[in-house]
């Protein structure tokens, strides 16, 4: 089985090149740049690099491939793309590359509520929204993944809580399902090459408010919790004054204000709690590939 995963050079995508590897896979990792594989040896694993929104550069880069799994996003790309460049017509590009190249099976990972936040507006889930619906018109096996937050994310904001207060967006009781990234990866790989054209939503092992996931981080580093909310208004108010100086910072607000006001659970798949992976967590992206 050959394996390409598009973005990989993020955490996730570095998660799935190892659960893949140790799966007997052979894997093409394609990414941005190839500073993000330094140290990535396997002979089962070919690394490539290309802008997935120049579609001349995709050419034969899906030959042979059986499942290509992506995890695009304009979060790994340091420059002035939109998400509707990266997130929708970078993989529209890649789409079109494996429907030619005879690929058998394309997925694709998804934040839960997309169909929401499209209605909203809001640029990443209105991007990743569109291109499901071409994913799913196309001719090809599909699989969309769908998960709560990642632990990792939420990790980096819960470290201002060692020394600062941590800001909430209005009152903080809307919930999600987060789930570690490994957790993660270990199920997209398992259920990915046995299961087509189905929808798969994941989370972690348990459902949290804003404040929940707050008050644990402040319980992690052993102070006592200092929350701030901000109300609403005065967050729409704000997004509208940026929008026409910074559209980058504009469309995070937009995915932050989202997230902030709306219930998004997913199916408890995970096991690891948040509070025992901020017990665990160590930095960089922990993982070694197996042996030959």
């Not at 894997?27 to 690099?49: C, D, M, N, Q």
């Not at 060692?162 to 999600?176: A, C, D, M, Q, R």
């Not at 199920?187 to 990915?192: F, N």
């Amino acid at each position: 089985m050959h394996v390409l995963i598009a973005g990989a050079g993020g955490l996730l995508g570095q998660q799935l090149i190892d659960r893949f590897i140790r799966q007997d896979c052979h894997v093409t990792a394609l990414g941005y740049s190839l500073k993000e594989f330094t140290g990535w040896i396997h002979p089962r694993l070919t690394i490539t690099a290309c802008n997935v929104t120049q579609p001349a550069q995709l050419t034969g880069l899906c030959a042979g491939v059986d499942v290509v799994i992506s995890c695009l996003g304009i979060t790994r790309m340091r420059n002035a793309m939109t998400h509707m460049d990266v997130d929708y017509q970078g993989n529209v590009n890649l789409l079109r590359e494996a429907e030619k190249a005879g690929v058998k099976k394309f997925a694709i990972i998804t934040p839960i509520g997309a169909e929401a936040g499209a209605l909203k507006k809001v640029p990443l889930l209105e991007a990743k929204y569109l291109f499901k619906n071409e994913l799913r018109k196309s001719k090809l096996e599909w699989v969309i993944f769908r998960s709560g937050g990642f632990y990792s994310d939420l990790a980096e904001m819960g470290r201002m809580a060692e020394k600062n207060p941590l800001v909430i967006v209005g009152p903080g009781t809307y919930f999600s399902t987060p789930i570690d990234v490994g957790e993660l990866a270990t199920l997209m790989a398992e259920e990915v090459l046995v299961r087509k054209n189905e929808v798969i939503e994941l989370g972690g092992p348990e459902d949290l408010s804003w404040n929940d996931i707050c008050r644990t981080c402040f319980e992690h580093y052993g102070r006592p919790p200092r929350l701030i909310h901000v109300p609403v208004g005065l967050c729409r108010a704000i997004l509208t004054l940026i929008k026409p100086f910074s559209p980058a910072y504009h469309a995070m607000g937009k995915l932050i204000l989202f997230m902030s006001t709306h219930d998004l659970p997913t199916p408890h798949r995970g096991t690891l709690r948040f509070a025992d992976y901020l017990k665990t967590h160590r930095s960089g992206p922990g993982i070694k590939l197996p042996p030959n």
